[in-house]
């Protein structure tokens, strides 16, 4: 399947999935939870396959990107291990040239949060030759993550992953941290929903009325829309759960099109103190 592209009021949003992932619910809840509370037997104890997605936001002149990956560093070894047999799609520049749009247009890249899946695409190469994939826009990412004992040690250690990716940005002088709300031009703000880390923000992008948030991890299955409190366990749980809960009744209001980092688009819904989650149909 090709990229989706989707019309927010004179707004494009093109989203690309670089990849499927395959998880089991136990990778993402402590033991501790009670998982036949929240999901049907059917899901329970069962790998099943999620998207990787990465978003072009083309607004009023703007062009930004959200969340660039690269499935080929989230595969490599000691990484993620692709579904059997699977053959991934082309990488996010090459899906983007595929909708006539080049690295260089690109003005602002977002990053939700300061996990390796939403922020492995900002460079390419390795090494000495790693370079930011679009050399001309700023990346920015949350001023709390960028301190996260994580991210600090991994800094400290000299991984590669984060010396290769967010090092390198910072190395070329165009690391922006964030630690607040922003407005990018053409009606896209990025706006802090802490709890999946502590500085994770979603992008939100307006015009004619219409609306539509990038959310990054905010939430990771439509049970969660549901049960704002079935928190990831490396959550910090009020903070997510109050996030949460804030996010559901403004894009109720809004009827706005949410786009998760590893489903597909939706929207939610707020009825009598209650969220659901609708898949939008393709
Ligand atoms: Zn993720």
Same mark, same amino acid.
């Given at each position: 399947?090709?990229?989706?592209?989707?019309?927010?009021g004179e707004a494009r949003v093109t989203?690309?999935?670089? @990849?499927?992932?395959? =998880?089991?619910?136990d990778e993402v809840y402590d033991k501790s939870v009670d998982l036949s509370r929240y999901f049907p037997e059917g899901k329970i104890g069962k790998k099943a396959r =999620?998207?990787?997605h990465s978003f072009l936001i083309e607004s009023g002149g703007a062009k930004v990107v959200v969340d660039p990956s690269d499935y080929s560093r989230l595969?490599?070894?000691?990484?993620?291990?692709?579904?059997? @047999?699977y053959a991934p799609p082309p990488a996010l520049t090459a899906q983007m040239k595929s909708v006539g749009v080049l690295p260089d247009e690109i003005a602002h890249v977002v990053v939700t949060h300061l996990h390796f899946d939403h922020y492995a695409g900002v460079t390419r190469g390795a090494g000495g030759n790693a370079h930011p994939t679009f050399p001309k826009a700023d990346c920015i990412i949350p001023a709390?993550?960028?301190?996260?004992?994580?991210?600090?040690?991994?800094? *400290?250690? *000299?991984?590669?992953d984060v010396v290769d990716t967010l090092v390198a940005v910072q190395e070329a002088g165009r690391l922006s941290l964030l630690d607040g709300p922003k407005?990018?031009?053409? @009606?896209?703000?990025?706006?802090? =929903?802490? @709890?999946?880390?502590?500085?994770?923000?979603?992008?939100?992008? *307006?015009?004619?009325?219409?609306?539509?948030?990038?959310v990054?991890?905010?939430f990771h299955f439509e049970e969660e829309v549901e049960h704002p409190d079935l928190v990831a366990s490396w959550n910090e749980p009020g903070e997510a759960e109050s996030s949460r809960v804030r996010f559901y009744?403004?894009?109720?209001?809004?009827?706005a099109i949410v786009i998760p980092g590893h489903m597909l688009p939706g929207k939610v819904s707020v009825k009598g103190g209650l969220a659901s989650w609708k898949t939008l149909a393709p």
């Open positions: 399947m090709g990229p989706l592209a989707l019309q927010v989203v690309f999935n670089v @990849g499927d992932m395959l =998880f089991g619910l =999620f998207p990787t595969t490599a070894p000691g990484h993620f291990t692709p579904p059997p @047999g709390k993550d960028w301190e996260m004992a994580s991210i600090a040690e991994a800094r *400290k250690s *000299k991984d590669p407005g990018l031009g053409g @009606g896209v703000r990025v706006e802090p =929903f802490p @709890g999946e880390s502590p500085g994770h923000q979603v992008v939100a992008v *307006k015009s004619n009325g219409a609306s539509c948030y990038c990054g991890d905010l009744r403004l894009a109720s209001d809004e009827d």
